[in-house]
């Protein structure tokens, strides 16, 4: 069993820049793929970003490829995600995800969330 506790995230202006964190518990969490989530009011959760078990591997949503750095430290049990250029368009609750499966897009794929934090961009 893992819990995953997200944190980093509030309020910022356009072109602005926030690191979200996602610590897990378990000395397991280095046999975790990790990914990132976003849920905007009213609309499905999409995929940001997911990282492998060793993180060498790094996939990302085209929406945010080149402003988004998703990264993990195994030593500290955790997960992070730099955002810049941050647009208005992405704000949404993040959530972070652990599998034990490889990292896929597909959230359905992961086995453990954490509860989200808000992130609202700011025009």
């Known amino acids: 069993q893992v819990q995953l506790v997200e944190s980093g995230g509030g309020l910022v202006q356009a072109g602005g820049s926030l690191r979200l964190s996602c610590a897990a518990s378990?000395?397991?969490?280095?046999?975790?793929?990790m990914g990132w989530f976003r849920q905007a009011p009213g609309k499905e959760r999409d995929f940001v970003a997911a990282i492998n078990w060793s993180g060498v591997s790094k996939y990302y949503a085209d929406s945010v490829k080149g402003r988004f750095t998703i990264s993990r430290d195994n030593a500290k049990n955790t997960v992070y995600l730099q955002m810049s250029s941050l647009k208005p368009e992405d704000t949404a609750v993040y959530y972070c995800a652990g599998t034990t499966g490889l990292g896929t897009r597909d959230s359905s794929g992961y086995d453990y969330w954490g509860q989200g934090t808000q992130v609202t961009v700011s025009s």
């Open positions: 378990g000395r397991t969490f280095s046999r975790y793929a």
